[in-house]
């Protein structure tokens, strides 16, 4: 609901660029974030050098992409919202020397440490995760998915959950309408109190067209997954691409073989 009432929640706005990102099969461009986001999840913490390698990569093709930013940094500033919560407990990590004690809380060098490399491998897979939807069409995604082997059952789940969003968010912005035509949306205690009766009512009213959509859409011959229409196949290009996912993953990962 933050993200609609931000106009953050825009899916694959860019995916109809013209750049050497998008001229990738869909199946390429979901292993090359995912080795991304593996091998930067998976780094121990306190590599700082990993990450700042990691980091430039990722940049590096945030802008090769041209992605929309304002909209990245939105999407990106709401869901590290909600990961800070998590985040935090980390910070009071027993351990190392203590630098700042109140009561029974302590901060320590390696809570610290703990608070930093969590926060750098969140921010850097939700920028590739976040780049990945934005510059692929949902439908090539979800055929990228099949291409991968992925049960088809959790793709048409997928398609299903992507078609009905649309549907939640064209019912909110009738009801969000309908309350400022009545004068409802005057001050921050009427905002809530329609918010909340919203919510509750979004929920009732989509259950109903949910199913008729779903049986219109078998009735046009939906069979799990949407139609394509054009995707550009697999060549020599993504064998380079994947194979310079490789050299950055291990070009992170090796740095402090070195240093050693």
Not at 21 to 32: G, N
Not at 118 to 126: E, G, R
Request: glycine letters at 8%.
């Amino acid at each position: 609901m933050t993200l609609l009432h931000i106009g953050a929640f825009q899916l694959d706005i860019d995916s109809h660029k013209n750049t050497v990102w998008h001229a990738l099969a869909p199946r390429t461009r979901i292993l090359c974030v995912l080795l991304m986001v593996f091998a930067i999840v998976l780094t121990p913490n306190g590599r700082w050098w990993t990450w700042g390698i990691y980091g430039i990569a990722v940049i590096s093709l945030l802008f090769l992409t041209r992605i929309t930013l304002p909209v990245l940094l939105k999407r990106i500033a709401v869901e590290l919202s909600f990961v800070s919560v998590v985040l935090l407990g980390t910070l009071f990590r027993d351990g190392g020397e203590v630098i700042w004690t109140w009561g029974f809380l302590r901060i320590t060098t390696t809570g610290l440490t703990v608070l930093g490399s969590v926060t750098l491998k969140a921010l850097l897979s939700l920028m590739m995760l976040n780049l990945l939807t934005l510059t692929t069409s949902v439908p090539a995604l979800l055929n990228g998915l099949l291409e991968l082997r992925t049960p088809p059952l959790l793709v048409a789940t997928i398609a299903s959950m992507y078609r009905y969003l649309g549907v939640m968010i064209g019912e909110f912005n009738a009801m969000r309408r309908a309350a400022a035509c009545r004068n409802l949306m005057t001050n921050r205690y009427w905002q809530r109190l329609v918010i909340g009766n919203t919510i509750g009512s979004l929920f009732i009213r989509t259950y109903d067209r949910g199913e008729r959509i779903h049986h219109a859409m078998l009735s046009r011959g939906y069979r799990g997954a949407f139609p394509v229409e054009k995707i550009p196949s697999a060549g020599r290009r993504d064998i380079v691409a994947l194979a310079l996912t490789l050299i950055v993953m291990l070009a992170g990962q090796s740095i402090y073989l070195f240093r050693k």
